[in-house]
């Protein structure tokens, strides 16, 4: 069987996008296709996170694919090709690198940072911290973007001298948020839900958690236990709407501590 190359998918995103090539294809323009580029970025996560090797080369693949096809959809527009997306990335990957291409040093990964960082302010003519801060992307999901800003908020040393102030800062928007719920004033609840989300990140940001697949780590474990309990409540004759919360409540407990490896009430 041929093995196909990367001259080969060019080749066969060209054909797609022909005027005798696949109608679906030939429809999609830059907007329509960005849905599909964050799917297939959270494919690869999912890959990465199953630790599944096959499934990470194919998400890779599919991955790859939206980079050319926006590519293709450039190239046909006059503005640019694949070539030049490979060129552009080689130049910067050089650029930001001048501790290995180049004349300056660093012996430590936060030396590469610091010097990584230095350079995209001087390419992207950032000459302030606000400026830098404004660059961040605003169509990250928001707890990736407000991580992302802090850091480069600290970069400058405005941040906290260590955890124990951000957590802090955490209880005291807890208590603002309180406060604002029992106003009922809901524009006022959603200001404080968004501060304590950013007080949350902060304190992630502090202990090197990426808040956005921690929560998504969460997401996942809560959709497994709640279908231990319901598959529990199946076997029992019952259905949830049929229980009482803490009688879902036991079965949600019971799994987790399964899920501990801990002996059940009333074993050894």
């Not at 060209?14 to 296709?33: V, Y």
């Not at 955890?163 to 948020?177: I, P, T």
């Not at 709407?241 to 799994?255: H, K, V």
Request: glycine share 4%; net charge negative; hydrophobic share 35%.
């Amino acid at each position: 069987m041929k093995k196909y190359t990367y001259k080969d998918l060019l080749d066969i995103m060209a054909k797609l996008r022909s005027p005798g090539g696949c109608p679906w294809d030939r429809e999609q323009d830059h907007k329509s296709l960005k849905r599909y580029l964050i799917e297939e970025a959270y494919e690869v996560l999912e890959a990465i996170d199953e630790e599944n090797p096959a499934k990470l080369c194919d998400e890779l693949g599919d991955l790859l694919l939206q980079v050319v096809f926006h590519a293709q959809i450039a190239r046909e527009n006059g503005q640019f090709d694949m070539e030049d997306v490979v060129h552009g990335v080689s130049s910067k990957m050089i650029n930001r690198h001048r501790h290995v291409f180049g004349e300056e040093e660093a012996e430590t990964p936060e030396d590469v940072i610091r010097i990584w960082e230095e350079i995209k302010k001087e390419e992207k003519g950032q000459e302030t911290q606000t400026k830098v801060l404004k660059g961040v992307p605003a169509n990250l999901p928001a707890l990736m973007r407000s991580y992302k800003v802090q850091e480069k908020a600290a970069q400058v040393g405005f941040d906290w001298d260590k955890a124990e102030d951000a957590f802090k800062k955490l209880e005291e928007e807890v208590q603002e948020l309180k406060k604002a719920c029992e106003s009922k004033d809901q524009a006022e609840i959603e200001e404080e839900m968004g501060d304590l989300l950013f007080a949350a990140v902060n304190v992630a940001r502090f202990y090197k958690v990426q808040p956005e697949l921690a929560l998504s780590a969460t997401v996942n474990k809560f959709i497994k236990r709640f279908e231990y309990v319901e598959n529990e409540s199946a076997k029992q004759g019952k259905k949830l709407q049929d229980m009482t919360l803490e009688e879902m409540d036991a079965l949600w407990d019971e799994c987790k501590r399964k899920e501990r490896g801990d002996a059940s009430p009333g074993e050894a």
